[in-house]
């Protein structure tokens, strides 16, 4: 899941910038929850394609893109109770950020 983030990170720099892996502790309503955030310095997503992006075989890539990576990171997340977001802003960043259980407590 985290190769499929940072490969598309890497391909939204290819003309330079970065990507950065973040992961901290959250509490979401009292739940103990690990937030792990992939950011890159690319030119964004635009607005109308961003509710596309997960849907299976959507790519916007001419060469090498398949259109499955988001849509496989979705079920791996949904497999372990957790949640991803995607935030963009055209020109800037794009996050993805993933909300995951803390393992040991209500991950069992
Ligand atoms: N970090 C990103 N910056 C800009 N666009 C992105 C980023 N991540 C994903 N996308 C967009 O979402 C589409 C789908 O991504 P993905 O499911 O991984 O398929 P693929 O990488 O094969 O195109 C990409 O083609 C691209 O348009
Ligand atoms: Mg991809």
């Not at 997503?45 to 893109?65: C, M």
């Not at 995607?86 to 407590?105: C, H, M, N, W, Y």
Request: hydrophobic fraction near 40%.
């Amino acid at each position: 899941m985290l190769i499929n983030l940072v490969v598309n990170g890497i391909d939204a720099v290819r003309a330079g910038g970065s990507v950065a892996l973040t992961a901290r502790r959250v509490n979401d309503a009292g739940r103990p929850r690990i937030a792990i955030l992939v950011t890159d310095t690319g030119p964004g997503i635009p607005p109308d394609l961003l509710p596309r992006i997960f849907e299976p075989f959507f790519t916007t890539k001419s060469e090498g893109g398949t259109g499955r990576g988001l849509a496989i990171c979705r079920d791996i997340v949904r497999a372990h109770e957790g949640q991803i977001q995607v935030d963009s802003k055209v020109g800037t960043a794009t996050t993805f950020t993933i909300q995951l259980p803390e393992a040991g407590r209500d991950a069992r």
